[in-house]
T-cell receptor, first 118, second 117 residues
């Protein structure tokens, strides 16, 4: 079974509108972490936001927020007030394991391509 | 501050040749990761080092691939002999493993685009 599933291969969003990127995950661990990365056309991978499985609050970083629904095993990324520079591939990733013992091994989803229209 | 540095940025080689990719992690980071990205398979973890010791190499595709980390500031990924199916973007990433959640993120280098003809 896929550990990280991103069901939206691509989507358009109007500039200044919000967009939600879906991510569901599969793990039997109680302690895990969820990450979102952005990959623009230039190719680099840019860390956006992190959510720990025991975090009470949803993570936020500027215009990025993570809608964490633990019971549903979903960790959707919300980008508010989209900008043209937000056009990129977005990857959801998960770190499993009890922290130090398992280290920081990440498993990535297939990505969602976002195109922001002016 | 310098981020993760990878070299070369682009590599074109002929099938059968040896290829060596290099990575310098962020100073002070104690974990280093090699990933491969292709259209077909997405982002795959090849190998992961912690404190210069290989922890998980289950993603290394076959014996043609080898990775070393002789010290905290340098790692290599070698493919010998290279094959056309090895064509991909190879990323190196580093992180600092600690008890603080905010330090778990991995910082990626710009990648090496490898083309094997």
């Amino acid at each position: 079974a896929q550990k990280i599933t991103q069901t939206q291969p691509g989507m358009f969003v109007q500039e200044k509108e919000a967009v939600t990127l879906d991510c569901t995950y599969d793990t039997s661990d109680q302690s895990y972490g969820l990450f979102w990365y952005k990959q623009p056309s230039s190719g680099e991978m840019i860390f956006l936001i992190y959510q720990g499985s025991y975090d009470e609050q949803n993570a936020t970083e500027g215009r990025y927020s993570l809608n964490f629904q633990k019971a549903r095993k979903s960790a959707n990324l919300v980008i508010s007030a989209s900008q043209l520079g937000d056009s990129a591939m977005y990857f959801c990733a998960m770190r499993e394991g009890p922290g130090r013992a398992a280290g920081n091994k990440l498993t990535f989803g297939g990505g969602t391509r976002v195109l922001v229209k002016p | 501050d310098a981020g993760v540095i990878q070299s070369p940025r682009h590599e074109v080689t002929e099938m059968g040749q040896e290829v060596t990719l290099r990575c310098k992690p962020i100073s002070g980071h104690n974990s280093l990761f090699w990933y491969r990205q292709t259209m077909m398979r997405g982002l795959e973890l090849l190998i992961y080092f912690n404190n210069n010791v290989p922890i998980d190499d289950s993603g290394m595709p076959e014996d043609r691939f080898s990775a070393k980390m002789p010290n905290a500031s340098f790692s290599t990924l070698k493919i010998q002999p290279s094959e056309p199916r090895d064509s991909a973007v190879y990323f190196c990433a580093s992180s600092l493993e600690s008890g603080l959640k905010s330090l778990y993120e991995q910082y990626f280098g710009p990648g090496t685009r490898l083309t094997v003809t």
